[in-house]
């Protein structure tokens, strides 16, 4: 079976100070992989995906990034938080076929200070 | 634009009741509806998959697809307190994910 882990699960940063964020996927190869952010109380913003190693798009401008180094790993990067940046970020991985359904991981609490 | 609307709620069942989830979609070519549970401070939990009109049962959970009135709902039976959730909807429009901002079920004791 497939599962996705996404660490750390919370995690504190003063403003200015960078991020990683990482995601990896078993069981699967070449899964889509998409990072949402979630604030308190509002819906799923999607900011980034990918079909494959290297393949990134952003759909939202912002300071954050994403790479895909490996096909079933996925990083969220910052080099300058914000206020802003503080969310629920979940990680989630689809099988590269239509009509497949995401599968999220366990998310990571970010609070920026 | 393409867009899923759910009502945000809060929606209030009593314990043992149905609850009626709704979602509309925006474009009519979509093949592929979902819905998700989301407990508070957790990730979402894909619940649901339908496909074709009509009905699917999984349990206590009934999902209804009409394409023609581009809406999807949820059924709950036999609502429990473990229900209390927020439900998104989601839908694959043009090979994309859309998600509604999701509706907020308590069932109350």
């Known amino acids: 079976s497939q599962t996705i882990h996404q660490w750390p699960a919370t995690l504190v940063q003063p403003v200015g100070s960078p991020l990683s964020l990482e995601c990896t996927v078993e069981?699967?190869?070449?899964?889509?992989l998409y990072w949402y952010r979630q604030a308190a109380g509002r819906g799923l913003q999607l900011l980034f995906y990918s079909v494959g190693i290297g393949q990134i798009s952003s759909e939202v401008p912002q300071n954050l990034s994403a790479s895909r180094p490996q096909d079933r790993q996925f990083i969220l990067s910052s080099k300058k938080l914000l206020l802003s940046d503080s969310g629920f970020y979940l990680c989630a991985w689809s099988r590269d076929a239509l009509n497949q359904p995401q599968h999220f991981g366990d998310g990571t609490r970010l609070s920026i200070l | 634009q393409k867009e899923v609307e759910q009502n945000s709620g809060p929606l209030s069942v009593p314990e043992g009741a149905i609850a009626s989830l709704n979602c509309t979609y925006s474009?009519?070519?979509?093949?592929?509806f979902f819905w998700y549970r989301q407990y508070s401070g957790k990730s979402p939990e894909l619940i649901m998959s339908i496909y074709s009109n009509g009905d699917k049962e999984d349990g206590r959970f009934t999902a209804q697809l009409n394409k023609a009135s581009q809406y999807v709902s949820l059924l709950i039976r036999d609502s429990q307190p473990s229900d209390s959730a927020t439900y998104l909807c989601?839908?694959?429009?043009?090979?994309?994910?859309?998600f509604g901002t999701g509706t907020s079920l308590t069932v109350i004791p």
């Open positions: 474009d009519r070519v979509s093949q592929s």
């Open positions: 069981g699967t190869s070449n899964p889509n």
């Open positions: 989601a839908v694959n429009m043009g090979n994309q994910f859309y």
